[in-house]
């Protein structure tokens, strides 16, 4: 039976390429289990890896299955059931085959066209200098080819690209081999309930959208705060940095939905077209209104931690930032004026992620001559993690016979209201494609806005502009950050738990 009467999604082949890999163990894995044990996946559905390590059916089903157990020990991923489901596992496990073969050459395709009938998905867990390869030797095979007997789409990861150059020529690459709306360019922020339920709040509520412009709003600051380092990553982030890393993609997905215009419908065309106009909109962001920072090594969660240049696979001179905070400027109607402040950082203070709206103050202040010294801003939180909810912030008397006034907060929290289901991000997705709804995903001319827009940046830290500056583990980031904000008469909220 499936989850609150949704129906399941149709038949078809998943084709998972990387399946050795961390992202199909960590969370595409957990995902369909997730969807299993929700009753929305057909019976008819078969899940083949391709990887280039020998393998084999049993094999690989024997390696997910102890990888998805060890899950229950290990409390700090997204996925951290107290037990696994053996039914809904094994659901999933029945429907593994493996497929052994090299990205890149013919053979792959050919075996795969084999195994492959009807609806398909293929879905592109592999580095990101594979996609065009991947989308190439499916072409070539005749699996991207659509007719009655099914469709045929093609999930891909992140990083889609590393500049607007690389993104162009990987959008002409694959656009010459298979229709746009075969593409499903992922990004695992938009599978988040409360990154969803923005849109939600926006405009199906009166309250707010009348006020969601610049005539009430001084500014707007989005935060995506983590605790963790880079791990074993080094490799991969020393090239990347929190700007590739995080800010076209998480980052401007957080904006797009938090400032795009109201579409004319939930049409994922519609939502998208918005989505993209305001990524247009966004004025290129300037070294000036930019600070990069790197964690040295502090004190976090009551441990020691070392400095970014200490991990490993990491240069001890490296100038990778692993911190950057941006103010953006919005050029249309609504946004005229009112700065965007956006943070990311590892090894911050606390986990957090957050978008904070600052309303103006209120017009004519009647309480300016009595004893109050200053009323708090009105505040609305979208809280995204680690607790999804909302929080607003605004002024009350407090009781007494003197006119007092006092700040207090009103809490939503989604647990409160909703049962939680289990979720790491990745279940909508992949059940959106699958029924062809590509509203959450990113379109080509949505990712080559997002480059744009951070192009100038790009371009001043390979000149050498912007040296990282340096700020403790478990700390809130640079002081270059406060001052960026302080320029414009602002300041950060705090990381700290509230």
């Not at 109607?333 to 709206?357: C, H, L, N, Q």
Request: hydrophobic share 40%; proline share 6%; with cysteine.
């Amino acid at each position: 039976m499936s989850a609150a009467g949704t129906k399941p999604a149709p038949p078809c082949v998943l084709v998972i390429f990387g399946a050795g890999g961390d992202l199909t163990k960590r969370l595409v894995m957990p995902a369909l289990y997730n969807l299993a044990g929700a009753g929305l996946l057909d019976q008819g559905l078969k899940i083949i890896g391709v990887d280039h390590v020998a393998n084999t059916d049993d094999g690989w089903r024997q390696a997910l299955t102890e990888t998805m157990r060890s899950f229950t020990e290990d409390k700090t991923g997204e996925f951290h059931p107290d037990a696994i489901d053996e039914t809904a596992w094994e659901w999933i496990s029945q429907r593994l085959h493996y497929v052994q073969g090299d990205f890149e050459r013919p053979e792959t395709y050919a075996t795969l066209s084999g195994h492959v009938s009807g609806n398909a998905i293929f879905y592109l867990a592999v580095a990101a200098r594979f996609f065009g390869p991947v989308v190439e030797g499916l072409a070539a095979s005749g699996l991207l080819a659509e007719g009655e007997t099914g469709f045929r789409r093609v999930i891909i990861e992140k990083p889609f690209g590393a500049d607007l150059p690389s993104a162009q020529a990987l959008n002409a690459r694959i656009l010459k081999l298979a229709d746009e709306s075969q593409y499903y360019r992922i990004d695992h922020f938009l599978g988040k309930e409360t990154v969803q339920s923005i849109l939600a709040m926006r405009f199906a509520n009166g309250m707010f959208e009348p006020m969601w412009r610049r005539e009430y709003i001084d500014h707007v600051e989005i935060t995506a705060a983590e605790t963790v380092g880079v791990e074993q990553r080094g490799g991969f982030y020393e090239p990347t940095g929190a700007l590739r890393d995080m800010v076209p993609n998480h980052m401007f997905q957080l904006l797009s939905v938090v400032a795009m215009e109201p579409p004319d419908s939930l049409a994922a065309e519609a939502v998208r077209s918005e989505k993209a106009k305001l990524l247009q909109a966004v004025r290129p962001i300037q070294p000036a209104d930019a600070v990069r920072g790197q964690y040295s090594a502090g004190r976090l969660l009551d441990r020691e931690v070392v400095g970014y240049r200490q991990e490993p696979h990491v240069s001890p001179e490296s100038r990778t930032e692993t911190y950057l905070a941006l103010k953006l400027t919005i050029d249309n109607w609504r946004w005229a004026g009112v700065p965007f402040y956006i943070r990311t950082g590892k090894r911050m203070a606390s986990r957090k992620t957050e978008i904070a709206v600052y309303y103006k103050e209120a017009p004519y202040q009647m309480f300016r001559h009595t004893s109050v010294a200053g009323l708090a801003a009105n505040v609305l939180r979208l809280q995204i993690d680690p607790v999804p909810g909302a929080k607003m912030q605004y002024n009350v008397k407090v009781p007494g016979p003197v006119m007092n006034i006092d700040a207090v907060h009103t809490t939503l929290r989604y647990s409160d209201f909703f049962a939680e289901k289990p979720n790491v991000g990745y279940e909508t997705l992949i059940y959106d494609c699958m029924i062809g709804d590509a509203t959450l995903f990113q379109r080509a001319d949505n990712i080559e806005a997002g480059w744009m827009a951070v192009e100038p940046l790009l371009a001043a830290f390979a000149r050498g502009e912007g040296t990282p500056e340096l700020y403790s583990a478990g700390s809130e980031g640079p002081a270059g950050a406060d001052a960026l904000l302080a320029s414009g008469g602002h300041r950060w909220s705090s990381l700290a738990a509230e």
